[in-house]
């Protein structure tokens, strides 16, 4: 099994939707949660980070949920520039570990 | 934000040679540095850790001797393929952790290598 499993993509959709993005994570004794964006043959950059009671960025929310180890992100209102692979990322030891990433298309 | 840059951009090498990437924090110091590869349409898997002034912490199933890794300075890391071959051609990404912030990794821009 995986450490990090997110949803299968790609997902497409046309701008203004609502995408969820669901991930899960396998070590129960990680330590803090990030959702990373990465665009096509570029380096992830920290979208936000996750925390326990939920925290919104703009039209991005995060959930965390410790007991289910489950980590959610959701994206408002889609634009064009949202397009990318949005990776689900824990920290368990002071390491960085990436889940497989979910593709986001935006369309017109 | 604090600023990595990685040297080259991009390679391309005949196989059997070595490659030489570098990685360095702008306006940080990097106690820690990470090398991370990807191969397409897969995740980040992190390749080695390396502690300025000691020797790197390699990932199970990375070979050291094939990825040298020095990290001399506090803003500057190394890592070499030695002995290229195609099945290296991967995207390789460094990351940079310093002490004010420990919790947070900086990336560079990555090295597309291609090995022919």
């Known amino acids: 099994r995986k450490e990090v499993e997110q949803d299968p993509g790609p997902f497409n959709v046309p701008e203004g939707a609502t995408v969820a993005f669901n991930c899960t994570y396998s070590n129960s004794a990680s330590q803090s949660f990030f959702w990373y964006r990465q665009d096509c043959r570029k380096e992830p950059k920290l979208l936000m980070s996750v925390y326990s009671s939920g925290n919104e960025d703009g039209r991005f929310t995060a959930q965390l949920n410790r007991a289910s180890q489950y980590i959610s992100l959701l994206i408002r209102d889609s634009k064009l520039s949202d397009s990318a692979t949005y990776l689900c990322v824990v920290n368990a030891g002071g390491k960085l570990i990436f889940g497989q990433g979910t593709e986001l298309s935006v369309k017109p | 934000g604090a600023v990595v840059s990685q040297h080259p951009s991009w390679v391309i090498c005949k196989s059997g040679t070595s490659v030489k990437i570098e990685c360095r924090s702008l306006d940080f110091q990097a106690t820690t540095m990470f090398w991370y590869r990807q191969f397409p349409k897969q995740s980040l898997m992190l390749m080695a850790t390396s502690n300025e002034g000691s020797k790197a912490t390699y990932e199970q199933g990375v070979e050291k001797d094939k990825f040298l890794i020095n990290h001399a300075s506090l803003t500057l890391s190394t890592l070499t393929v030695t002995s290229a071959h195609p099945e290296d051609s991967s995207f390789y990404i460094c990351?940079?952790?310093?002490?004010?912030?420990?919790?947070?990794?900086?990336f560079g821009p990555g090295t597309r290598l291609t090995v022919l």
């Open positions: 990351s940079a952790r310093d002490r004010v912030s420990p919790n947070e990794q900086f």
